[in-house]
């Protein structure tokens, strides 16, 4: 047991040795937003003739700027940084203007001084700048539980194109929810669920190391409640079926109306009825006409009556 734990922290210090070259030495994080200027301080005064002040850059540890003899060395500094990295004179202090992502990596110090040898690393992290977390709402992705009577509201909070953050949901001062992401993303969501009458105060948070942005909840702008989005499908529902019913009833009646003509209309050999009065035709009997002469030759014709 003894061996393991020696063999492990011999492992250990070799590995902080090819990290940070000496074993113990001290690595500050420095954060920065691109875009930014960052200086990363020496702490030195007074420089003197013979003091040698030496910054390097990067795994491979390339020079980038140095005081030798009381003369600023920058080496080949622009194919890196360009214009953007300046060194004081004065204090050794080494600063970056206008930082970019590429500039992200470790820096470190090397000072040799009539004191003696000491050394300095940064850790140093450039951070894309945070965009401001959009909030959409979705209704049509209620709850299958919820029903027609509940009144739900479902909101996304949303960033896109960020690294290294955390997207937050609080209501107040307590959490509710969060999602952190590490490597580059396209887009980063976190959605919530509400009632639409709640009155708490909602906000969504966007923060990395150095800052933060912040969007609150609108109730009466976003939310839409589930109950409307399930009436909405219940009148589209019934629309049509109201549509087919009137047509139901308009073919009924337009077919009992043309069986009331046929029932109406008359018949060969029946009798016609009006709604004035109903009139009964007699048959009509022809008597036989009855001459009788009179004198001077005349004729007298008799015509038989007519019976209603």
């Known amino acids: 047991m ?29 954060c920065v937003t691109e875009g930014d200027s960052v200086t990363l301080k020496a702490d030195v005064t007074g420089i003197e003739s013979k003091d040698q002040i030496l910054w390097t850059f990067g795994p491979n540890e390339t020079r980038i700027a140095e005081i030798y003899k009381q003369d600023i060395d920058m080496f080949n500094s622009n194919e890196i940084f360009g214009d953007r990295l300046q060194m004081d004179s004065q204090t ?32 140093v992290t450039v951070y894309a700048p945070l965009p401001v977390p959009v909030l959409t709402s979705n209704s049509s992705e209620c709850p299958s539980s919820s029903s027609s009577s509940e009144s739900r509201c479902l909101v996304v909070c949303s960033a896109g194109n960020v690294s290294h953050v955390t997207l937050s949901w609080h209501t107040g001062h307590s959490l509710l929810s969060s999602i952190s992401v590490s490597d580059l993303s396209l887009s980063l969501s976190l959605p919530l669920e509400v009632e639409y009458e709640d009155k708490n105060a909602y906000s969504c948070v966007l923060n990395n190391p150095i ?14 409640t589930c109950a409307g989005h399930n009436n909405k499908r219940f009148y589209g529902a019934l629309i049509p079926a109201v549509l087919l019913a009137m047509l139901a009833i308009m073919m009924y009646c337009l077919r009992k109306r043309k069986r009331s003509r046929t029932k109406d209309s008359p018949h060969e050999g029946e009798a016609v009825q009006t709604d004035l009065a109903e009139v009964d035709y007699a048959e009509t009997t022809f008597v036989p006409n009855v001459q009788h002469k009179k ?3 005349t004729e007298e014709t008799i015509y038989s009556t007519v019976t209603h």
């Open 295 to 297: 004198p001077k030759g």
């Open 2 to 30: 003894l061996r393991i734990i020696i063999r492990k922290t011999t492992c250990l210090c070799v590995f902080l040795l090819l990290m940070d070259g000496v074993c113990g030495d001290e690595v500050k994080s420095v």
């Open 92 to 123: 050794g202090s080494l600063t970056i203007t206008n930082i970019r992502f590429k500039h992200t990596g470790v820096y470190k110090l090397e000072m040799r001084r009539t004191s003696g040898k000491s050394h300095k690393t940064f850790n």
């Open 211 to 224: 800052t933060n942005h912040t969007t609150h909840l609108d109730n009466s702008r976003l939310c839409h």
